[in-house]
């Protein structure tokens, strides 16, 4: 695991001590990165101050290369790094043993709509992330055949006015 460093570490537990004082639970955040076979789970909480500003601290950036990206490894590790920094306690076990306050400590949680994440995260309140599912329904948009033929056109159009001057005089005295 990536560790952060100590001040990192004791200014992120500060921080959530205090808004955990207030009454205040922060959310929490994940994604995975994947890129030339090396694999990140990172987890970050955030909340909104009282001026309504953002706030993120980073909890963890976790090797997940030679780890199952199954809902369970991603729930234990979400876990273990809340936990880590006093959002609940967590404890891996079966049955009775088992300690789990984690979700005691978390508003919500916010993720991407792969499976595994969804699933791993479903003792949290949460909900995907809208952006995400913004950009999947205009990725799908975009690449119907209909729509790539009108953006193939008006590239075409921009590239002729962007190269030929009386065009573009001609666009410009039109508007």
Not at 37 to 66: H, K, M, Q
Request: charged share 20%; hydrophobic share 40%.
């Amino acid at each position: 695991m990536l560790k952060l460093s100590v001040e990192g570490k004791e200014n992120v537990v500060r921080d959530l001590k205090a808004l955990l004082s207030e009454g205040i639970l922060p959310s929490v955040g994940g994604d995975i990165w994947s890129q030339g076979g090396t694999c990140i789970f990172g987890i970050l909480v955030y909340w909104l101050d009282a001026e309504f500003a953002v706030n993120e601290r980073l909890l963890a950036t976790l090797p997940f290369s030679s780890v199952r990206h199954t809902s369970l490894e991603l729930a234990k590790a979400t876990k273990h790094a809340c936990a880590d920094f006093g959002l609940g306690q967590y404890e891996e076990g079966l049955g009775i043993d088992a300690l789990d306050t984690v979700t005691d400590f978390v508003h919500a949680t916010c993720s991407d709509n792969a499976n595994n994440i969804v699933s791993g995260w479903e003792s949290f309140d949460g909900h995907e992330c809208c952006a995400h599912t913004i950009a999947l329904v205009v990725h799908a948009y975009l690449g119907h055949p209909t729509i790539r033929r009108v953006f193939r056109k008006l590239r075409g159009m921009a590239t002729h006015y962007n190269h030929s001057v009386i065009g573009a005089n001609d666009c410009s005295t039109s508007v």
